[in-house]
């Protein structure tokens, strides 16, 4: 059987003298022949897939169904099918982009056409999905694999809810199924774990060094550095490439920047949208064909660009800010130069990488009072979708996704989804605090490595191999530690760097009011559905992101001074006139008005006001109090929240108005206003405010 | 996790979610009885056929229906098996086999080799082995009837039975919740959707308090099927140790579930009268039900499971035939209700521990009853109402001096057991109720006396 299986390897390679790589036909033999249980620890590149489509292959050959692939990738299954064709596999791959065909795909599967199935974990994990295109193909499933099987493990870097289900899965597999788990990035420890946790899987392991990719560390504290680093360096490197950054905020900001410096770059993050796409996998897809065919200079991306991007030829990844953890670093930077003699790794350390990380691991587990309430409401009922839920809980979308998700792939689970909805199950339910306590521990000594990589003298290479317990470790030779030499400046030019500063104090932003009111939450104002196109507010600015490195800083530390000094009169009032082109332009001004703090923003205002030459008009009534409404996390109780509260008292003219506030959170106060202001007859209204405090943007 | 044997039942017997494979169908209760029983004979475990290659356990084994290509073809379903398990055990549903201590004893007992496999299940597992009565009931009831059935459910409980039932809307629901409303327990065999059942908010405090169990040997997503149900209903009755009908029509799977109890002899059945003209109730009671005349708070819970009991003298057992006692004028057929249904002793074990002390003086094996002392029983009997339906029945029948075996004829005492009318006829004897006469000199007769008896009856 080797020398047939050797015979079709070679006629894929179009090379007569290909042969296995040392290890590759002893994982196929025992997969096919003795139905064990694998775990592949090797480099990327290596030929994991080989492994497992010839497996394939070979059951289908004896009479068995189709192959199941797991691999969480989104786009580029497409290099994958290729692949297993060359091999003589039919694969197909389902998923949310080809959801049209499943029909046409489940016909295929079902007619025996198909040798290989390729699913994302979130797919596998869709009730939906598995009904109506897993199920129907279920029971003749002769071979599942599970790609990045690191994320098994909740010692590893990157544990994901997913893949606890599919541990669970696997764990249920009998003895006489075949199962091939493969991974580049998992140390001792991950591996242990997933050995101890699946029982009887056989482990085979290879050298994890890369030998093509030179690193180097440059640290630069503040935001305008980097980024004037940035732009000094990207034209100066060959090729294309990727820059991690950890929020989506970063993304937006380092695209513009460099953008604004005439390099061509996208950003790139989950949920990122385009108003020529139709939906947000369509258009990340998109990005990373860009970046594929080198159409980009570079992506801006999370982590969201996640594990399976493919890119033989990727020249660079530079790290925006420090990751997480050493194994994460590995995983990212090794992207780069897979199928290249020369790449490059850079890792820019900045002074918020600390602050990100520690709100990262503090957000990462949902609180026991969010986990006691979700339940009670749940045990009180048959039922509740996520729009119920947001009703019942004071949480944010994303809390109650992050909450479901927690709890769902707990097993046996205290909630479970039928129909749609989610029901409380009959099981009692304790939050494993200890457990919670050890995870954020391990990512503290995970964060303090990363410290360490930055700080350290020795070859790079080595460090990130020696996290990873890669038994096969030499110098690199070729980071700038080995070569006592920066491959890189570590300095931006100083007039970068003053370009770069005056790039982020121009950091405003277009404010969008809301549309869609929550139904049900405003009887006093009787607002339902879409509010009409003649209440709405027109586009606003916000001059800046709350305890941002421009203005937010100041905005946080004059509002809790309750004082707004002329600066961000004068910041504001610039926008206004010189980078705000409004038409029809502004007659007057008003407030948001405040019981809390009465005089802070009509101060503020009046001053503005005086700037720009407008008459100041107080017309807005606070005629009841309410709760804070940064404290209201999710559309129904920002709504609801403001309903009657404000009352219409002076005297408002058939003209345009600017509307100001000192910060916005869910722009639901702006949105209530305007349209208050529009029925009491005033011309556009333009919101405007000092500083943005939406979460997570 | 599973262990292998489990997963190998459940390979061979289960349906999982979604699409079969080709001609895989899995075996019946019948068909993997005959497999498991060859498999045991030739020394291999199911667990021996999740080897790559299976085929070699299977020398020898021949079968028109459940040929290799079909155990194959099951056998490779354990993505299927992964995939349905992850998702159910989530959801916090278990699943026990045949040799798992928590798979109810009576059933195996009872039904042999046709008690299913596998049985899913939600909440407290332990239950399945607790003494129960089953109550059972068509869907459409009256108001009144679920009233009594809910009653019915809680002085079950105050009992210290567990309501055993099938979790149907109607009596079934009502039984249960009567029960459990009073912190009792429950066992609902399902038909069907044990998932969402043991997710709705009807059941769920009681799962997670631990005083329910909600089992189906069916796929816990399992939709209707009526041929499910008729299957379901024979566990009811064999998980319990007596049943009572609250109303049955005269069709559908009430009436006919009673009447495969009465048929089989499972267990005790006991019917509630009723004012519907529909009601097959009357007919069942014909059938060999016996009328349940009292208001759930007087009825006597342990006295249903074994109403007059020959091997089981015990005086918690004896007074239990009081529920029995009407308040009407057919007082000889109550009496009769009580000495039948002591002929319907179960061979239980699990009885004979509810029966304390005196249980320990008899080793009841099989179906042969041995009587240790009986006149020892029938002194232990006297102060019990049973053995006064006894007396009431010699007032009528042996005014007239009758012999022993002329006594056991009568249709009343047709199936009391010999020993146990020795026993009653030497008491009564002995207190003066009757006279023992001799005829022609040759034959023991008894007479009732009725001068002794005034202050009596």
């Known amino acids: 059987m080797r020398e047939y299986a050797e015979h079709i390897l070679r006629s894929a390679l179009d090379n007569p003298q290909a042969s296995f790589h040392p290890g590759q036909w002893e994982a196929i033999d025992a997969l096919v022949n003795e139905r064990k249980k694998l775990l592949v620890v090797q480099r990327t590149g290596w030929g994991k897939s080989v492994i497992y489509f010839l497996v394939a292959r070979l059951l289908r050959e004896q009479g068995r169904g189709p192959s199941v692939i797991v691999s969480p990738l989104l786009a580029l299954m497409r290099n994958q099918i290729d692949a297993a064709d060359r091999l003589g596999v039919r694969a197909i791959t389902l998923n949310s982009t080809n959801y049209d065909q499943a029909d046409d795909l489940i016909a295929e599967i079902q007619a025996n056409r198909v040798d290989c199935l390729l699913v994302s974990p979130e797919k596998l994990a869709n009730e939906d999905f598995v009904t109506r295109a897993i199920e129907p193909v279920l029971e003749q499933i002769g071979f599942l694999v599970v790609d990045e099987a690191h994320c098994i493990s909740d010692w590893g870097h990157d544990f994901r809810p997913d893949y606890r289900r599919l541990l669970n899965i696997l764990m249920q597999m009998p003895p006489n199924m075949s199962v091939l788990a493969t991974t580049a990035t998992a140390n001792n420890r991950v591996i242990d774990d997933v050995v101890a946790q699946l029982g009887h899987i056989e482990v085979q392991r290879g050298p994890l060094m890369r030998h093509s990719l030179s690193l180097q560390n440059v640290v630069l504290s503040d935001q305008g550095s980097r980024l004037a680093w940035l732009a000094d360096t990207l034209p100066k490197l060959p090729g294309t490439g990727v820059i991690y950054v950890l929020t989506k905020r970063d993304a937006q900001q380092v695209r513009d920047w460099l953008v604004h410096c005439g390099i061509n770059a996208q950003a790139y993050y989950s949920g990122i949208e385009h108003d020529d796409f139709t939906d947000t996998n369509h258009y990340r897809e998109h990005l990373e064909a860009r970046l594929l065919n080198n159409e980009l200079k570079v992506l801006v991306a999370t982590t969201a660009l996640g594990m399976g991007y493919d890119k033989p030829d990727l020249a660079f990844v530079i790290h925006y800010q420090a990751p997480g953890s050493i194994v994460s670093y590995y995983q990212q930077v090794g992207r780069a130069g897979r199928g290249i003699s020369q790449a490059y790794g850079f890792l820019l350390a900045g002074c918020e990488d600390q602050d990100i990380h520690e709100y990262f691991r503090r957000s990462a587990f949902p609180s026991e009072n969010q986990v006691q309430k979700l339940l009670d409401v749940l045990g009180e009922s048959d039922g509740l979708s996520v729009v119920e839920l947001q009703r019942h809980l004071n949480l944010c979308q994303g809390q109650i996704d992050k909450l479901l998700k927690f709890l769902s792939v707990e097993s046996p689970s205290p909630i479970y989804k039928q129909d749609r909805k989610w029901v409380r199950t009959p099981v009692s339910y304790q939050m494993d605090h200890e457990q919670i306590a050890r995870l954020t521990r391990m990512r503290e000594q995970e964060w303090q490595e990363v410290q360490a990589y930055v700080q350290t003298d020795d070859c790079l290479m080595m460090f990130l191999g020696k996290a990873l317990d890669d038994p096969y470790l030499n110098p690199c030779g070729r980071c700038a530690n080995c070569l006592g030499q920066t491959l890189v400046a570590t300095e931006p030019s100083l007039d970068t760097a003053r370009k770069a500063c005056q790039f982020i104090r121009h950091a405003e932003f277009d404010f969008q009011s809301r549309r869609q009111v929550a139904s049900g939450a405003f009887p006093k104002y009787n607002f339902t559905g879409n509010l009409p196109q003649r209440l709405r507010a027109s586009k606003g600015k916000i001059l800046s992101r709350w305890n941002d490195a421009a203005w937010g800083r100041l905005v946080a530390d004059d509002k809790h001074a309750g004082h707004f000094q002329d600066a961000l009169v004068l910041a504001m009032a610039e926008m206004i006139r010189e980078r705000w082109q409004l038409a029809p332009p502004p007659q007057w001004v008003t407030c948001v008005p405040s019981l809390r703090h009465p005089e802070l923003v009509p101060d503020f205002t009046m001053r503005l006001a005086g700037q720009l030459g407008l008459p100041f008009r107080a017309v807005i009534d606070k005629v009841k109090d309410n709760a804070p409404q940064k404290l209201q996390e999710n559309r129904y109780h920002q709504c609801s929240n403001l309903d009657g509260i404000f009352a219409i008292t002076g005297d408002v003219t058939n003209e345009p108005v600017l509307l100001v506030d000192d910060i916005i959170d869910s722009g639901w106060t702006m949105t209530v206003l305007a349209a208050l202001l529009k029925q009491y007859g005033s011309g556009d209204v333009y919101p405007v405010a000092l500083a943005s405090a939406a979460p997570g943007k | ?457």
Not at chain 2, 223 to 231: L, V
Not at chain 2, 246 to 262: C, F, I, K, P
Not at chain 2, 268 to 275: A, H, L, N
């Open chain 2, 1 to 457: 996790m599973l262990t292998a044997h489990t997963q190998a039942v459940l390979l061979l017997t289960a349906h999982f979610p979604g699409t079969q494979a080709g001609d895989s169908s899995p075996l019946t209760n019948t068909e993997w009885a005959e497999f498991a029983c060859w498999l045991k004979d030739h020394d291999q475990r199911p667990e021996d056929l999740l080897a790559a290659d299976f085929a070699g356990y299977l020398d020898g084994w021949s079968h028109k229906k459940i040929t290799l290509e079909r155990l194959d073809s099951l056998l490779a379903r354990g993505s299927a098996l992964a995939m349905a398990l992850e998702k159910w055990q989530r959801a916090g549903i278990w699943v026990i086999t045949r040799s798992d201590i928590n798979y109810p004893k009576l059933l195996k007992k009872k039904l042999g080799q046709k008690a299913p496999p596998v049985f899913f299940g939600s909440g407290n597992s332990r239950l399945l082995n607790q003494a129960g009565i089953a109550m059972v009931g068509s869907r459409r009831s009256t108001e009144q009837d679920l009233r009594y059935s809910r009653e019915l459910g809680a002085c079950c409980a105050g009992a210290a039975y567990a309501v055993v039932s099938g979790g149907a809307q109607g009596v079934d629901e009502s039984a249960m919740l009567g029960a459990l409303d009073v912190d009792g327990t429950a066992v609902g065999i399902l038909a069907k959707e044990l998932l969402r059942s043991a997710n709705s908010t009807k059941y769920r405090r009681h799962l997670i308090a631990g005083n329910l169990a909600l089992v189906s040997p069916f796929n816990p997503e399992a939709s209707f099927n009526a041929g499910n149900a008729m299957q379901r209903n024979k566990y009811i009755y064999c998980m319990a140790q007596a049943a009572i009908s609250v109303h049955s029509g005269t069709s559908g799977g009430t009436w006919n579930g009673v009447r495969e109890n009465l048929k089989h002899g499972w267990v005790p059945m006991w019917i509630k009268p009723t004012q519907d003209p529909e009601a097959g109730n009357a007919l069942l009671v014909k059938e060999g039900g016996h009328w349940l005349l009292d208001k759930p708070s007087e009825i006597d819970f342990a006295g249903l499971v074994q109403p007059a009991s020959v091997p089981k003298p015990s005086g918690e057992l004896m007074s239990l035939a009081q529920s029995a006692v009407p308040a009407n004028g057919d007082r000889l057929e109550a009496a009769n209700i009580s000495l039948q249904a002591a002929s319907e002793l179960p061979e239980n074990d699990a009885l004979a521990v509810k029966c304390g002390a005196s249980s320990q003086t008899q080793s009841a094996t099989g179906a042969g009853l041995k009587v240790p002392d009986p006149w020892q029983w029938a002194l232990e009997a006297a102060s019990l109402p049973l053995y006064e339906y006894f007396l009431r029945i010699l007032k009528y029948q042996a005014a007239a001096p009758k012999t022993i075996e002329e006594l056991q004829v009568l249709p009343q005492l047709a199936k009391v057991h010999k020993a146990q009318l020795q026993a009653w006829v030497k008491k009564a004897a002995k207190d003066g109720h009757i006279d023992e006469v001799s005829l022609e000199g040759k034959t023991v007769c008894y007479q009732w006396n009725e001068s002794r008896n005034l202050n009596l009856l």
